[in-house]
Antibody
Framework: EVQLVESGGGLVQPGRSLRLSCAAS????????MHWVRQAPGKGLEWVSG????????AYADSVKGRFSISRDNSKNSLFLQMDSLRAEDMALYYC??????????????WGKGTTVTVSS | EIVLTQSPGTLSLSPGDRATLSCRAS???????LAWFQQKPGQAPRLLIY???SRATGIPDRFSGSGSGTDFTLTISSLEPEDFAVYYC????????FGGGTKVEIK
């Protein structure tokens, strides 16, 4: 079964850091670009960041550029999101998502259940 | 950045009704790279439609997508009880943006 499982969320103070992980199973991670999408409480979906299959191409939403860093370890079937200088507006449920056919900019057909990030003092 | 505007914000309908959801883009969406997702409370988004009109695997044929350029529509031909949810459109033509969502609620 194709599956994505996020972890690493939690309560963090403004200005601090957090590292999210996404464990992939049921498919070969290195065949796919991967993305992070977030959803603030009661709000809509927002694309956060994406990474190509080999990590050579990365992209970020303007709202997180310079503060977040995406990476991957294909040998461990894992995707990561390093979040620094966290702000209240970063508080959200963070989803890991896989685009179909491995293309970077493509529709996302597999989603994890998400991990919650709470930013509060 | 392409901005997607969904309307209406809320649609109040009864089971068996036809639902028509709109997604309008601020500029043309290349190659009809437009997807629709369904999201229920406490669940991850579920892909319904991609390429504006292609149904994803396992999606019932009561769901259909249409449109091109800047105007796209998701139609649910006859609402089932499990279809009451929030629906998002997303464009993926060189960047990613989501619409604000349409909630389909029971009247």
């Amino acid at each position: 079964e194709v599956q994505l499982v996020e972890s690493g969320g939690g309560l963090v103070q403004p200005g601090r850091s957090l590292r999210l992980s996404c464990a992939a199973s049921g498919f070969t991670l290195e065949d796919y670009a991967m993305h992070w999408v977030r959803q603030a409480p009661g709000k809509g979906l927002e694309w956060v960041s994406g990474i190509s299959w080999d990590g050579g191409n990365v992209a970020y939403a303007d709202s997180v550029k310079g503060r977040f860093s995406i990476s991957r370890d294909n040998s461990k079937n894992s995707l990561f999101l390093q979040m620094d200088s966290l702000r209240a507006e970063d508080m959200a449920l963070y989803y890991c998502a896989r685009p179909a056919a491995g293309f970077f900019y493509y529709y996302m057909d597999v989603w994890g259940k998400g991990t919650t990030v709470t930013v509060s003092s | 950045e392409i901005v997607l505007t969904q309307s209406p914000g809320t649609l109040s309908l009864s089971p068996g009704d036809r639902a028509t959801l709109s997604c309008r883009a601020s500029q043309s969406v290349s190659s009809s790279y437009l997807a629709w997702f369904q999201q229920k409370p406490g669940q991850a988004p579920r892909l319904l439609i991609y390429g504006a009109a292609s149904r994803a695997t396992g999606i019932p044929d009561r769901f259909s997508g249409s449109g091109s350029g800047t105007d796209f529509t998701l139609t649910i031909s006859s609402l089932e009880p499990e279809d009451f949810a929030v629906y998002y459109c997303q464009q993926y033509g060189g960047s990613f943006t989501f619409g604000g969502g349409t909630k389909v609620e029971i009247k």
